[in-house]
Structures are given as structure tokens and as C-alpha cells.
């Protein structure tokens, strides 16, 4: 996703919306082409189970379908390649490209490393650094593609990782992973869930050493927070952040720093007047979570509910304590009046 800005219409108080992510440019991959890669393809000779060797062929598959329609900005078909909540973000890549009138780039894992589970997996992770048309940058990203019941593979999530977690990245390449969302035990994931998403704003449940700082954590994305209520502030509105639920991935990989594994969280932002401030709270159609979620027009009311997801890469050592974030993606899903 694209770094985060406000903005403000002439003569009227704009609500600008999180600058979350205002110092990074994570890149949302969004777009599909061509038909989705069936489970049932035949396996290379040789292959008597769903390994590496097809799981490098429906990322092959992937990339020519997924990055025609990011050019083309081909909604319907990215639904044939993509689930929640990469499926979300990558909606939301593709309304902001539009608005922007600027097509996202065409783009190539190249170099792929996979994590895949014994027998015959519903789903796998990869790694792999991305090849972007018109780009020098080559970021890495890890993804989690999972197999649905009609036997189709889809890209489930997806983030971009720091250049210090590059080598553990890597690790997974060959490794087993685990499927089922069972790699992290029930009360250890309640437990980083409400850290992570604390820390996400600038707090702490009082247990900061369940997450290790990290400046994309606790400085680009709670510092965005900060921002962000400042500049509430600044036009007499206020705003809180809660977490609906969270949810881990359904595959995992035991790497040996630890486990990696993703986390979505979703989560509802409500803006309202500050005390003293105007009877109402107002987003213009410049505001990048209006952008998102597809608005074309300005939206006020005494209150303004955002839904948004979040996508976290974490790395779960053995302990339970001190899990790295290694990247993340967050986008607006809906903006609502109260």
C-alpha cells in the first residue's frame, strides 16, 4: 500500500485519515488475468505429491494472471486469483491506481523460495524477490497461497519484509510447514494479538516484551497513529481505534529463529466531534481511506466508522516472548456515517 496523506478541501474542515503507513510504500499486489490455477493440475514426472515443484507453478501461473489485471485494473478477475485479506488490499491498490489515473506496475517473483506441508496441503508459504516493471527497487515479499474447496489456488496474504528480515525470509525454503492455525497455541495468540495491536497505536497491554520493538512497528506505524490524532486535533475531531478480532494464518513455518506465520487483525476506527469542536466530522473525497473503499464524494455526520484490516508477518520465537514484526500491509474496508 502507498503511504498514507491527508487532505483538506477549500474552506471546510477535512477529517484526514491514518497515516499509518506515511513512511513506507508497501506495495499491494493487486489484479489478476487469465483463469486460476487448479489444484488438480498434473504434477511434474517425478512428483507423486503437491511440492515445490507445483507450488512453483501456480506462483508461475499467479504472477502472468494476477499481474496482467494490476495493469488493467481488472477487478472481477482478481477475485478468481485472490481471497481476504490480500484480496482486500489489492481492491484498494486498484481504486487508488484509478484515482491517481496511474496503472500499477506489471511485476515477477523471480528466485522463489517455498515452505509446503506434507501430503496434500490446502495451503503453502513462498518468499521471493519482486521484478517491478519500470522499477530499479526489488523488494522481497512472503505470501500465503491456500487451495478452497472447488480446488482453486488463491493468494490469501501478502507483505513486503525489512531488509533485516531478508535472511529469515529465506529460511522457510524447503522447510515443512505446519496448516491448521495451530503453529501459535490458543492463549500465546490472544496474548501477541492484543500487544500487536496495542503497540499498532501506541500503547501496550502492559506486556511489552510479548513483541520486540521495531522501528516499523512502534515508529512508522504507531507514529502514524500519533500523527493522525494530531491532525484531528487540529480540525476539532478525535478518533478511536478498536479491534474487532483476530486471526492467524492457516499455514506456518517453524524456521530457526522461530515460527513464522501471519496475522490479520480487523479493526473499526470511529471519528467523532472532539468537546468544543464542530457538531459534525467530515472526510473529502481526497481522503485516502474514501479512495479505498471507493467513495467519489464527501462524507459528515456526528460520527464516522472505518473498518480497516490489518496484515502482519511475524516471527514467533519458541518462548512466546520478543516476536519480530517482519512487514506489514493495512487499507480501509468500508467508511460508514453514525
Known amino acids: 500500500m502507498l ?28 489484479g489478476c488475468g487469465g483463469g486460476p490455477v487448479d489444484a488438480a493440475t498434473p504434477a511434474p514426472a517425478g512428483s507423486a505429491t ?26 472481477e478477475a482478481l477475485r478468481t486469483q485472490e481471497v481476504s ?19 500499477q506496475p506489471s511485476f515477477q517473483h523471480i528466485n522463489p523460495a517455498f ?42 496474504h501478502n507483505v513486503q519484509v525489512t531488509q533485516p528480515a531478508l535472511v529469515v525470509a529465506r529460511s522457510i525454503d524447503g522447510r ?26 501506541g500503547s501496550t497491554t502492559g506486556n511489552r516484551s510479548l513483541v520486540a520493538s521495531s522501528p516499523l512497528l512502534d515508529g512508522q506505524f504507531a507514529g502514524g497513529w500519533e500523527v493522525y490524532g494530531q491532525q484531528l486535533a487540529g480540525v476539532g475531531a478525535k478518533v478511536e481505534r478498536a479491534m474487532d478480532r483476530a486471526e492467524w494464518s492457516d499455514c506456518a513455518v517453524a524456521a530457526p529463529a522461530g515460527t ?38 464527501a462524507i459528515s455526520g456526528t460520527s464516522i466508522r472505518v473498518t480497516r484490516v490489518e496484515t502482519f508477518l511475524l516471527l514467533v520465537p519458541a518462548q512466546g516472548t520478543g516476536a519480530t514484526v517482519l512487514g506489514l500491509n493495512d487499507t480501509a474496508l468500508s467508511v460508514t456515517t453514525g
Not at 85 to 102: E, G, M, V
Not at 176 to 201: C, H, K, M, N, Y
Not at 274 to 284: H, K, L, N, S, Y
Request: with cysteine; proline share 9%.
Open 3 to 30: 503511504g498514507k496523506r491527508s487532505a483538506r478541501s477549500p474552506g471546510a474542515p477535512a477529517v484526514p485519515v491514518p497515516l499509518v503507513a506515511a513512511a513506507m510504500t508497501l506495495l499491494v499486489l493487486a
Open 50 to 75: 503437491f511440492g515445490r515443484e507445483r507450488a512453483a507453478l501456480v506462483l508461475t501461473a499467479f504472477d502472468q494472471a494476477d499481474s496482467a489485471a494490476s495493469v488493467a485494473g481488472d477487478v
Open 85 to 103: 485479506p490480500s484480496l482486500d488490499l489489492s481492491i484498494a491498490a486498484i481504486r487508488r491506481a484509478a484515482y491517481n489515473q496511474r496503472p
Open 115 to 156: 515452505a509446503v506441508p506434507p501430503g496434500d496441503p490446502s495451503c503453502f508459504l513462498a518468499t521471493a524477490t519482486l521484478r517491478l516493471a519500470g522499477s530499479e527497487l526489488a523488494p522481497t515479499d512472503v505470501s500465503q497461497f491456500v487451495r478452497g474447496d472447488d480446488g482453486q489456488w488463491k493468494l490469501s
Open 176 to 201: 515443512p510447514a505446519t496448516q491448521g492455525a495451530t503453529a501459535v497455541d490458543e492463549t500465546t495468540g490472544r496474548a501477541l494479538a492484543a500487544e500487536v495491536f496495542a503497540r499498532s497505536i
Open 260 to 297: 513464522l506465520t501471519f496475522l490479520t487483525i480487523h479493526a473499526t476506527d470511529t471519528l467523532r466531534p472532539a468537546p468544543g469542536g464542530p457538531a459534525t466530522v467530515r472526510m473529502v473525497p481526497q481522503s485516502p481511506d474514501l479512495i479505498a473503499t471507493g467513495h467519489r464524494t
